[in-house]
């Protein structure tokens, strides 16, 4: 195959996302990510550090998304309706972007610090509205943002791979399962 000029980080990302999309992200190699560009496997090399580091890469770009799109839904809101719509706008990423979602997962380290601080930013959005809307402690601030993206992730990944076969909107089954959530919030407000 013969290597085609001009190919970008942007190029890459977006074919790799594609990769994900379509396929899932175990998918995304180096070869498939090639190919699919018309280059050779090391003209990668320029662009990213090996599969881990274009995992990095992706994971960045994913985190980087899904925080501008809990940012935008939350403006202007407090509370129970800033969740609320956080919660849609999470949603609403994870299925319009299934590989990219996906990408966060396989960011293998950790300790990587872009991606750490990437990671981070999204949970203290989170954990700012929780603060400043149920005035909830530090530390319960933390174990609820805990819970809500585990609400949130385990649905997105149960729908991804065709977990829900009953006859029941899956749109209907997030709002239940959201007003549930915000009912145990205001709960444990009440105890603080």
């Known amino acids: 195959m013969s290597p085609r000029n001009g190919v970008k980080l942007q190029d890459i990302l977006q074919a790799a996302e594609d990769i ?54 939350a403006v202007g809101k407090a509370g129970d309706d800033a969740l609320t719509a956080m919660g849609k706008a999470y949603m609403q990423y994870a299925r319009e972007r299934p590989g990219l979602y996906e990408a966060m997962l396989y960011a293998t380290d950790r300790n990587h610090t872009e991606v750490r601080h990437a990671a981070d930013r999204v ?23 805990r819970g809500f993206r585990s609400l949130l992730h385990g649905f997105a ?36």
């Open 157 to 192: 990944s149960l729908e991804q791979k065709g977990g829900f076969g009953l006859p029941v909107e899956v749109d209907r089954s997030i709002e239940v399962m959201m007003n549930t959530f915000l009912a145990g919030l205001r709960m444990q407000q009440k105890r603080v």
């Open 123 to 145: 949970a203290e959005l989170v954990i700012s509205v929780l603060s400043s809307g149920y005035g909830f402690k530090a530390e319960d601030c933390v174990h609820a943002a």
């Open 20 to 73: 994900a999309n379509e396929r899932g992200m175990g998918e995304v190699t180096l070869t498939t990510l090639a190919q699919k560009l018309h280059i050779r496997p090391p003209s990668l090399y320029n662009h990213v550090d090996g599969l881990n580091g274009l995992r990095q890469v992706m994971a960045l770009h994913s985190l980087g998304q899904l925080e501008e799109a809990l940012m935008s839904a």
